[in-house]
C-alpha cells in the first residue's frame, strides 16, 4: 500500500532561514511528485512538479529534490518570509493499473517577523 | 480568469438535504476531479472524469453523484446529507488522464452539515 508521510507536521523558523520539509514515500515505482503551498481557508496552489526522470526542480526561492531510491523528496525553501506561512502538501503519483494520487497530510509552517 | 472555479465557497445546509457543488476549468484540461479534505487535512480522491467519461470512482457512498456535461464541467451531486459529510471538497483538473503534468485546484467548497 502506498503511503505519503510529511514530517514534521508543524515548524516555526525565524524569518531570514533556509529550511527544509521533508516528504516520504513508500513506493518507489513513483510517476511524478508534486508540492504544494495551501493558505488557511484557500485551495492548493502548485509549486513545483517533478517526474520521475528528474532529480529536481527549482522557481525562485525554492528547490525540490526527488530521490527514489529512499523513497524521499525535499522542499527547500531559502530566505524563509512571513509570507511563506502555510500548509505545504506533497503528492505522489503511482501507476498503479490506473493512475492514483497519494497526499500527504501537510507540514504547517509558521515563519515569525 | 480563474482557471478552476467552485461554487458556492461555503454550503452549510441540514442533514438529509440534497445538495450540489459545481466546477468549472477553463484550462483546456481533459480531466476534472473531485478531492475531499477532512478535519485531518487529509485529501482523498472521489471522482475523476475524463472528457466526460469516469475514470476514477473511489469507494464512496452512492449518496455521491459526479456528472460531468462536458470536459470543462465537473458537479457533484450529494443525496441525504449526513453530519460525516462535512468537509472541504475540492476540485481539480490536469491536461491529461494520467496526471503527468500535474493538477490545478480549485480554492474548496467547504460543506458543514449540522
Known amino acids: 500500500k502506498q503511503e505519503v508521510t510529511q514530517i514534521p507536521a508543524a515548524l516555526s523558523v525565524p524569518e531570514g532561514e533556509n529550511l527544509v520539509l521533508n516528504c516520504s514515500f513508500t513506493?518507489?515505482?513513483?510517476?511524478?511528485l508534486q508540492w504544494f503551498r495551501q493558505d488557511p481557508g484557500k485551495g492548493l496552489t502548485s509549486l513545483l512538479l517533478i517526474q520521475s526522470s528528474q532529480r529536481e526542480q527549482t522557481s525562485g526561492r525554492l528547490n525540490a529534490s526527488l530521490d527514489k531510491s529512499s523513497g524521499r523528496s525535499t522542499l527547500y525553501i531559502a530566505a524563509s518570509q512571513p509570507g511563506d506561512s502555510a500548509t505545504y502538501l506533497c503528492a505522489a503519483l503511482y501507476d498503479t493499473g490506473g493512475f492514483k494520487t497519494i497526499f500527504g497530510a501537510g507540514t504547517r509552517l509558521f515563519v515569525k517577523a | 480568469d480563474t482557471a478552476v472555479s467552485q461554487t458556492p465557497k461555503y454550503l452549510v445546509t441540514q442533514m438529509g438535504n440534497d445538495k450540489s457543488i459545481k466546477c468549472e476549468q477553463n484550462?483546456?484540461?481533459?480531466?476534472m476531479y473531485w478531492y475531499k479534505q477532512d478535519s485531518k487535512k487529509f485529501l482523498k480522491i472521489m471522482f475523476s472524469?475524463?472528457?466526460?467519461?469516469?475514470?476514477i470512482n473511489e469507494t464512496v457512498p452512492n449518496r455521491f453523484s459526479p456528472k460531468s456535461p462536458d470536459k470543462a464541467h465537473l458537479n457533484l451531486h450529494i443525496n441525504s446529507l449526513e453530519l460525516g459529510d462535512s468537509a472541504v471538497y475540492f476540485c481539480?483538473?490536469?491536461?491529461?488522464?494520467?496526471?503527468?503534468?500535474?493538477?490545478?485546484f480549485g480554492s474548496g467548497t467547504r460543506l458543514t452539515v449540522v
Open positions: 481539480a483538473s490536469s491536461p491529461t488522464r494520467d496526471s503527468y503534468y500535474g493538477y490545478t
Open positions: 513506493d518507489s515505482a513513483i510517476y511524478n
Open positions: 484550462l483546456g484540461h481533459d480531466t
Open positions: 472524469y475524463n472528457n466526460k467519461e469516469l475514470i
